[in-house]
Structures are given as C-alpha cells and as structure tokens.
C-alpha cells in the first residue's frame, strides 16, 4: 500500500507520533512517503527527553521511507531559522508534488 502523511503541526508528540506510525506502516512492507507542509518543515528542531523525533526520522530514512519539505515554507521560516534546510536533510518540494503524492496515494493521512 502506498501511505503519503502531511504533516504540518509543531507539537513534539504530534510530531513523534505521525513518524511512530510511518515507521510502523515501513515495517509491514509499505511505501511511505511524509510532506512536511507549513510549521511541520520545523519537525527536526522539536525533540524533547519524552519526544525523540530526530530517532524517529533516522529510522524513518534508514527504512526506505521518503520525506519531503516544502520549499515555500522553509523560505518563509529563513529568516528566524537559517539552518532548517540542513536540518531537514530532505529534498525540498512543491504544491505539485504534494498533490501528485496525494493523487497517487492508496492512503492519505495528516497530522
């Protein structure tokens, strides 16, 4: 099956639950692939003690699983977060891409 997950909140456990599951969707053989969209692009810089959702995106990677952030986005937040593209260390895509994940998703989730 193939699973697209937008994801566009900033709340750590939010975050680190919608990657618990694509991580989850991973090991039962499916094709994952996460947009990062609006304040989601933050995801990398939002781990807590209780919350480690750098862990969950290197698994997430070291699975085969795609991740995408919004280019526009990341743009917007240049100015009070310089780094975010390094962090993100994920391609950076478009309103297209998100609705060709979308048009070709079995399933669509969003957090």
């Known amino acids: 099956m193939k699973y697209s997950i937008v994801l566009s909140s900033k709340d750590a ?3 680190w639950n919608a990657f618990r599951f694509a991580n989850t969707a991973l090991l039962y053989e499916n094709e ?5 969209l609006g304040s989601g692009v933050e995801a990398p810089t939002l781990s807590t ?3 480690d959702i750098e862990e969950q995106m ?3 990677r070291a699975e085969g699983g ?3 952030g919004c280019g526009v986005c ?4 240049k100015q009070e ?3 975010l593209e390094g962090q993100l260390n994920c391609e950076l895509g478009s309103m297209q891409q998100l609705y060709l994940l979308i048009h070709e998703a079995d399933k669509v989730l969003t957090f």
Do not use: G, K, N, S
């Open 13 to 15: 456990e939010t975050v």
């Open 32 to 36: 994952v692939t996460v947009f990062l």
């Open 49 to 51: 003690l209780a919350f």
């Open 58 to 60: 290197q698994i997430f």
């Open 66 to 68: 795609m991740m995408i």
């Open 74 to 77: 990341c743009d917007h937040r």
């Open 81 to 83: 977060m310089p780094l």
